[in-house]
């Protein structure tokens, strides 16, 4: 105990010393991401993607004044509120100058109405993507760098058009993510002058599905579009309509995109399609490898979205000139679009000079960052065809 | 022909699967209603002692794939099953020789035994997740169909298909294996005949010497086997994962419930109505309407009478008016 004691009070001795005599300013970003519950999977390689922004930026030391970034993580629980909320209020009272958070819809709306609101700070979440976020009341204080699901919507109902299907039935998994995501589909499917037989939500983790593919199957369509998870109920679905004749091809969304489904199902879900987000930027790759060179997994989901959200803060607070949310808050939409030089993953300590020198710049970023409307990513999706057994990339939207 | 067709499509998407899922509840309420006939508490473990008895079984069926022993185009899991049905009596022996045994001695109330058995529950539940983890497991192999939609089709002309799996013709045949072996040993053995008379009074049979202890060992080894055909037959039918057996125990004890606990026969019509029910009530008749009704009565909308998403509380509507018109269950079971 005595040594260890020893061991930390050098260690704090050192770091302080480093800290004095490197960087004149130190900025702090909470990291708010769900570390627990049930994106606990996700969640690493998220917050490994801020820090690696912020550690890049430090290192080239041109951020205001060679400021230290500090990365501050805390916890989500992805579906806890009363939780979020909490470890929101514990940041700001650390001093964090931005928020990078939170991961689910839920808690993000939770923190944004009683967090950041209140105290005007700023929130850049990496991966919520409920509709209900774009119309929610937020000061100008919140952004995104993923795309909300209405925009997935838009582009099933584009996909579906270019393959000339005229009725889809419909089917999600019972949570606000697949509720939020069916309306979204269904709405701008029927828009584009399509039919839509039958809207029914399935519950998750259970083994019979019979019911619910029956009434799928009565009610008919061109292909039976299932928003709901792979692992779960979705995979379940499948299985049922294809075991009974029911449906030969499923519309797959993001949730349903993954190695597993092709493996489970097998050869009959060939000619099944789908889309997730992702862009065919070259800041994708460069990402991935950065990533792979620091020891995590770069295209594990949302990584690169929270890589980009670490990114959007400094670069904001650099235009500025200042680490205050009033003043660099309404920087955030000008460093991420046009005009200005591209900037990819990697180039951050670049930006920060041309920003320095009043230069303008558009940031790309690992996902081609392009906000939107009330701060949200346009969102460039990959058009996915199940192709002997494995998903291909077919196209990007 | 259009009769056909709306009798095939009713058989594809309703009769068949809740045929299926309906003898796989009727085995898992067997095993409840057994335990509550002759030991007269509602055993909460049940489900996962299916989860645990699958387990052992998907276990044995990866050891006998891995040496190349199949079963034809039947799945391994049979050939695997005798192994884990033995694995499973010898931990629920264990069970009761170390947990409710030292209850009976006790003469506990019955409630005390649920509250028991319910912690016996949440050990397996952690047991399987430690050993098999708690994700979903695949171990169906063989042949998948009996008869496929498309050749059905083609073979018929109809516009309908009927699709039959293996292991929906597998679970009717086994269930009704299993049940008549259980009912002959109940009606006709001696030792099925001192089961009987333990479960209808206790005194009188200590008095005419039956053994108690013997009794109870014989009930536990019967319900171990149920248990774990039924698991296995519905993680064949669909997949396995933990949870998902844990959540089975609702419908059983709703089909065991509504049969009349306690009541063997019961037991196996409450299965039956449970999976019926939950299929037929939320089915869209549009397709079948279409069929069978003359153009002019076509109906326009999908002519459903629940939304699926009500599936479960169909189970439990017809729970809460049996135990309110005839609490004692349609087969007359012992009051609950």
């Given amino acids: 105990m005595k040594k260890l004691l020893t061991a930390s009070a050098a260690i704090a001795l050192s770091a302080g010393t480093a800290f004095a005599d490197g960087h004149a300013k130190e900025v702090k970003l909470g990291v708010l991401l769900g570390f627990t519950g049930p994106i606990e999977s996700l969640a690493p390689a998220m917050g490994a993607g801020a820090e690696l922004a912020m550690a890049e930026v430090t290192d080239s030391g041109k951020l205001l004044d060679a400021a230290k970034v500090t990365p501050m993580r805390a916890d989500t629980g992805c579906i806890d509120n009363g939780l979020a909320t909490a470890n929101g209020e514990k940041l700001l009272a650390d001093g964090a100058h931005g928020i990078i958070g939170g991961d689910c819809s839920g808690v993000t709306g939770a923190i944004l109405q009683n967090v950041a609101i209140p105290n005007g700070m700023v929130l850049i979440s990496p991966s919520a993507t409920s509709p209900g976020l774009s119309t929610m009341e937020d000061n100008g204080l919140f952004f995104r760098t993923a795309p909300s699901d209405a925009?997935?919507?838009?582009?099933?109902?584009?996909?579906?058009?270019?393959?000339?299907?005229?009725?889809?039935?419909?089917?999600?998994?019972?949570?606000?993510?697949?509720?939020?995501?069916?309306?979204?589909?269904?709405?701008?499917?029927?828009?584009?002058?399509?039919?839509?037989?039958?809207?029914?939500?399935?519950?998750?983790?259970?083994?019979?599905?019979?019911?619910?593919?029956?009434?799928?199957?009565?009610?008919?369509?061109?292909?039976?579009?299932v928003a709901g998870y792979l692992d779960q109920g979705g995979l379940g679905i499948i299985q049922g309509a294809l075991d009974t004749g029911a449906f030969d091809t499923f519309g797959l969304p993001g949730g349903m995109i993954g190695d597993s489904l092709p493996t489970n199902v097998g050869s009959?879900?060939?000619?099944?399609?789908?889309?997730?987000?992702?862009?065919?930027?070259?800041?994708?790759?460069?990402?991935?490898?950065?990533?792979?060179?620091?020891?995590?997994?770069?295209?594990?989901?949302?990584?690169?979205?929270?890589?980009?959200?670490?990114?959007?803060?400094?670069?904001?607070?650099?235009?500025?000139?200042?680490?205050?949310?009033?003043?660099?808050?309404?920087?955030?939409?000008?460093?991420?679009?046009?005009?200005?030089?591209?900037?990819?993953?990697?180039?951050?300590?670049?930006?920060?000079?041309?920003?320095?020198?009043?230069?303008?710049?558009?940031?790309?970023?690992?996902?081609?960052?392009?906000?939107i409307g009330p701060g949200e990513s346009a969102g460039s999706y990959r058009e996915i065809e199940v192709q002997d057994g494995k998903n291909v990339t077919v196209k990007f939207r | 022909m259009d009769f056909l067709n709306a009798f095939v499509a009713l058989s594809n998407f309703v009769l068949v699967p809740g045929i299926a899922y309906g003898s796989q509840l009727a085995l898992g309420a067997l095993g409840v209603t057994l335990i509550y006939g002759i030991l007269r508490f509602s055993n909460f473990a049940h489900g996962d002692t299916m989860a645990f008895g699958t387990m052992v079984t998907i276990l044995f069926t990866w050891w006998f794939q891995s040496m190349g022993i199949s079963a034809g185009p039947l799945p391994t899991a049979l050939l695997a099953l005798p192994f884990g049905i033995a694995i499973t009596m010898a931990l629920v022996v264990g069970t009761d020789r170390a947990?409710?045994?030292?209850?009976?001695?006790?003469?506990?109330?019955?409630?005390?035994?649920?509250?028991?058995?319910?912690?016996?529950?949440?050990?397996?539940?952690?047991?399987?997740?430690?050993?098999?983890?708690?994700?979903?497991?695949?171990?169906?192999?063989?042949?998948?169909?009996?008869?496929?939609?498309?050749?059905?089709?083609?073979?018929?002309?109809?516009?309908?298909?009927?699709?039959?799996?293996?292991?929906?013709?597998?679970?009717?045949?086994?269930?009704?294996?299993?049940?008549?072996?259980?009912?002959?040993?109940?009606?006709?053995?001696?030792?099925?005949?001192?089961?009987?008379?333990?479960?209808?009074?206790?005194?009188?049979?200590?008095?005419?010497?039956?053994?108690?202890?013997?009794?109870?060992?014989?009930?536990?080894?019967?319900?171990?086997?149920?248990?774990?055909?039924?698991?296995?037959?519905?993680?064949?039918?669909?997949?396995?994962?933990?949870?998902?057996?844990?959540?089975?125990?609702?419908?059983?004890?709703?089909?065991?419930?509504?049969?009349?606990?306690?009541?063997?026969?019961?037991?196996?019509?409450?299965?039956?109505?449970?999976?019926?029910s939950e299929v037929m009530i939320t089915y869209a008749w549009k397709k079948v309407a279409g069929y069978v009704l003359p153009e002019s009565l076509e109906p326009d909308g999908l002519a459903q009478l629940l939304s699926t998403d009500y599936k479960f509380a169909v189970s439990f509507a017809i729970l809460v008016i049996v135990l309110l018109f005839k609490p004692t269950g349609i087969f007359k079971g012992k009051a609950v």
Avoid at chain 1, 290 to 299: L, N, Q, V, W
Wanted: no cysteine.
């Fill in chain 2, 99 to 276: 947990v409710f045994r030292f209850y009976r001695q006790q003469k506990a109330k019955p409630v005390v035994f649920v509250m028991v058995s319910l912690g016996v529950m949440f050990m397996m539940n952690g047991l399987v997740r430690f050993i098999i983890g708690p994700g979903d497991q695949r171990f169906s192999d063989g042949e998948r169909f009996i008869i496929k939609a498309r050749t059905f089709k083609q073979m018929t002309g109809l516009d309908e298909g009927l699709a039959i799996k293996t292991s929906q013709g597998i679970t009717l045949v086994t269930a009704i294996i299993v049940v008549a072996l259980l009912f002959w040993f109940l009606n006709k053995t001696r030792t099925g005949k001192s089961m009987r008379a333990y479960s209808d009074n206790e005194d009188l049979a200590l008095l005419s010497g039956i053994n108690p202890e013997r009794v109870v060992m014989i009930t536990w080894l019967i319900v171990a086997a149920l248990a774990t055909i039924a698991g296995t037959l519905y993680g064949l039918d669909k997949s396995f994962k933990p949870f998902t057996y844990f959540q089975l125990l609702l419908p059983i004890f709703a089909a065991a419930i509504v049969g009349g606990l306690g009541n063997p026969l019961g037991a196996i019509a409450g299965g039956f109505v449970i999976a019926m």
């Fill in chain 1, 268 to 371: 009959d879900l060939d000619g099944s399609f789908g889309q997730i987000a992702g862009s065919d930027s070259e800041g994708a790759e460069i990402y991935a490898k950065m990533a792979s060179d620091a020891g995590f997994d770069g295209t594990s989901a949302y990584s690169a979205e929270s890589y980009d959200a670490a990114a959007l803060f400094m670069l904001a607070m650099q235009a500025a000139g200042s680490v205050d949310p009033a003043e660099y808050g309404a920087k955030v939409m000008e460093v991420a679009n046009a005009p200005g030089e591209k900037i990819n993953p990697g180039d951050l300590g670049k930006a920060l000079e041309i920003l320095a020198n009043g230069g303008d710049i558009d940031y790309e970023g690992a996902t081609g960052v392009e906000l």
């Fill in chain 1, 151 to 225: 925009r997935e919507g838009q582009v099933m109902a584009a996909i579906l058009q270019d393959r000339d299907i005229d009725s889809i039935a419909l089917t999600y998994t019972n949570n606000d993510y697949g509720k939020g995501l069916a309306d979204a589909i269904q709405s701008s499917f029927e828009e584009v002058g399509g039919e839509v037989t039958i809207v029914t939500a399935h519950e998750d983790g259970k083994g019979d599905y019979s019911a619910e593919v029956a009434a799928l199957a009565s009610a008919g369509g061109d292909i039976l579009v």
